[in-house]
């Protein structure tokens, strides 16, 4: 079987939006084709394509309200940060014993300063809004964490399910235009969970071996119940909630701005109790007691 060798422009589609795009290639446009027959084949020559290529691997999942970030291989991720950027109230910041006015931080700058209220995101309700955005805190990320040469690297991108194209491009344009990657492999994170649960588990066990799964995947402006057959998603029978993480910080806000002090610019500080102090209550009349 041959691998196909595909130019920035354009996106290779198998059934489930997943593509493969390298730098140098053949000619723009968009190549389209039905998988149904060779699914685990198409899958285990891009995992091999990507495990056999010369330069590193960078692993993005970029979502709404966290960029996970690493390198290909490692078992955990480098960087964990927050995907936007904010400003002090106060207009001034101490960092690194520098005083800066209104000084824009990013990213895991965030997560160092106690005071953030103007807050804006490249995201909005799980889809791309602000490239130029989304650059800056990119390139946070790539130089400043992970410390790696994008024109020396290949980039594997986890995107949110039913994408559209325009923004497909603007992410394209990113990968290849801005930042310079070598390659760019896009897939959907219902799958990426199947494949890796299927390889972490003894071979004697079912989930080894099984060919469906049912993902739900709980994001910070959506949740997303995806069927995953033969580590492919089925687009057609996803179903989504517009009720993330985003509605529940916002409703803690709410909670305790009403009954006790005015939280709601706290936007990190209560996302960061909701985290470590709320729980899913197993068995509410005894949890109450």
């Not at 400043?144 to 994408?163: G, H, Q, R």
């Not at 990113?174 to 310079?180: H, I, M, P, S, Y």
């Not at 649960?197 to 959506?222: H, I, K, N, W, Y």
């Amino acid at each position: 079987m041959k691998i196909p060798i595909f130019s920035p422009q354009s996106r290779f589609f198998l059934s489930t939006q997943r593509r493969w795009g390298e730098k140098e290639g053949a000619r723009a446009g968009r190549a389209e084709r039905n998988c149904e027959e060779e699914v685990e084949e198409e899958t285990l020559v891009v995992v091999i394509l990507i495990m056999s290529l010369p330069s590193s691997v960078v692993v993005l999942d970029n979502g709404g309200g966290l960029c996970k970030a690493g390198i290909g291989g490692d078992r955990d991720p480098i960087a964990v940060v927050p995907n936007c950027m904010g400003r002090s109230s106060t207009g001034s910041h101490h960092h690194h014993g520098s005083n800066k006015s209104k000084k824009w931080l990013v990213a895991d700058q965030l997560q160092d300063s106690d005071d953030v209220m103007s807050i804006r995101r490249p995201l909005d309700r799980g889809y791309l809004i602000n490239p130029d955005l989304q650059k800056e805190i990119w390139d946070r990320i790539f130089k400043a964490l992970l410390k790696v040469d994008p024109s020396d690297s290949s980039l594997l991108l986890v995107e949110p399910l039913f994408n559209l194209p325009s923004i497909q491009r603007s992410t394209d344009e990113l990968v290849f235009e801005d930042f310079g990657f070598q390659s760019l492999y896009v897939a959907d994170s219902p799958s990426l969970v199947h494949l890796y649960e299927t390889s972490r588990c003894p071979p004697d066990r079912v989930m080894a071996t099984s060919q469906c799964s049912l993902v739900v995947d709980c994001g910070f402006s959506f949740t997303h119940a995806a069927p995953v057959f033969q580590n492919f998603t089925l687009n057609y029978a996803v179903k989504r909630l517009d009720l993330g993480g985003k509605a529940l910080t916002n409703y803690l806000k709410e909670l305790v701005s009403y009954r006790s002090i005015n939280v709601m610019d706290e936007t990190f500080i209560m996302d960061d109790v909701k985290e470590k102090l709320c729980c899913v209550s197993l068995n509410v009349p005894r949890d109450l007691q």
